[in-house]
């Protein structure tokens, strides 16, 4: 079963629109509400909708790391840079792990973009 995205409020729109053409399940931070939340209420956020969290901030990627540390559990983190990725390419590795992985694999996890 393909795992579910929660795009952060700094995602680019244009890659969740491409996910979204591409059959993937998209839940923006700005759909649901929550874009103004803290960093830490977001990743509960968006763990808590069972969806793995999408950024490119880097609070939330240090927020990921302090949690695995902690042994703190949550859906998983897929982070890119602005500056290392296209939109295309995100979309593209989005997509992929979105078909070929399960929540389980996501578990308490970072995973980071671009996939080489």
Not at 37 to 50: C, F, I, K, M, N
Not at 52 to 64: K, S, Y
């Amino acid at each position: 079963m393909a795992i579910s995205f929660f795009m952060d409020q700094h995602v680019p729109a244009a890659i969740s629109r491409g996910l979204r053409l591409r059959g993937i399940d998209v839940l923006t931070a700005y759909e649901d509400s929550a874009d103004r939340l803290p960093d830490e209420e977001l990743l509960q956020r968006a763990t808590s909708t069972g969806r793995i969290l999408v950024t490119q901030d880097d609070d939330l990627l240090e927020i990921g790391n302090r949690w695995m540390r902690e042994g703190r559990e949550f859906a998983g983190i897929v982070y890119f840079h602005q500056l290392n990725i296209t939109i295309g390419k995100a979309i593209d590795d989005i997509e992929l792990l979105a078909r070929c992985c399960n929540n389980a694999e996501f578990r308490s996890q970072i995973q980071f973009l671009p996939l080489r």
